[in-house]
């Protein structure tokens, strides 16, 4: 089965600090995605990553940055969290090619920035 | 930019009966993937169905089936016998075809299975 894990499932942060959700995906999957999920707003996408050291901007990614240095484990970070960033964050995974555009999805991170 | 519409928020069902999940889209694409993903609560996001829009046969995995009208641009989601397991929140969603598109997400609509 693939395994998508995320590093925490609860999280609180003070305003200002810098917050690091980490994902890892056991499926040698090349694409990865981080989510937010908020309540009547859906899913909305952050970032993505394609390939290792590759990323592109999703639909929201004012506020975030995100990392990929190793095939699989890709991370979003908060440079300054705000309590605009309280959410639920969600990554995935797929791997690429027309036959397969199933993604996988961790358990998700309560973020709760105070 | 596409888009997807799921205008019911909440919906309810008896245990057994049969539940039909609405969804719309708007695209001006003619290839295209559809999806639906399930998230019970506490508990991870799953893919449900997933339908390819050149095909003209609905989509079916077991108790899941799909009524799928491209030139209306609809894609409901039939859940039949529904099970105290199916209460969950149900996301429809949407992908170009092409390598490695993004998914679309509705907001979602949350479905209680009463027993």
């Known amino acids: 089965d693939v395994k998508v894990t995320q590093s925490s499932r609860y999280l609180v942060k003070r305003t200002g600090e810098k917050v690091f959700l980490e994902c890892v995906q056991d499926?040698?999957?090349?694409?990865m995605f981080w989510y937010r999920q908020d309540p009547g707003l859906g899913l909305r996408l952050i970032y993505f990553s394609y390939d290792v050291k590759m990323k592109e901007k999703g639909d929201i990614p004012e506020g975030y940055s995100v990392s990929r240095e190793k095939k699989e484990r890709f991370s979003l970070i908060l440079e300054s969290a705000s309590t605009n960033q309280t959410s639920m964050y969600l990554c995935?995974?797929?791997?690429?090619?027309?036959?397969?555009?199933?993604?996988?999805f961790g358990p998700g991170t309560r973020l709760t920035v105070t | 930019a596409q888009t997807v519409t799921q205008s019911q928020p909440e919906m309810s069902v008896q245990e057994a009966e049969t539940v039909t999940l609405s969804c719309t889209y708007d695209?001006?694409?003619?290839?295209?993937?559809l999806f639906w993903y399930k998230q019970p609560p506490s508990r991870q996001m799953i893919l449900v169905i997933r339908?390819?829009?050149?095909?003209?046969q609905n989509a079916t995995e077991n108790r899941f089936s799909v009524n799928f009208q491209k030139a209306a641009k609809s894609f409901s989601l039939k859940i039949s016998d529904s099970q105290l397991g199916d209460t969950a929140m149900y996301f429809c969603a949407f992908m170009s075809a092409g390598a490695n598109s993004k998914l679309t997400f509705g907001k979602g609509i949350t479905l209680s299975v009463r027993p």
């Open positions: 695209t001006s694409e003619n290839n295209y993937y």
């Open positions: 499926m040698d999957h090349e694409n």
């Open positions: 339908q390819e829009a050149y095909k003209q």
């Open positions: 995935a995974s797929s791997a690429p090619g027309l036959a397969n555009y199933e993604q996988y």
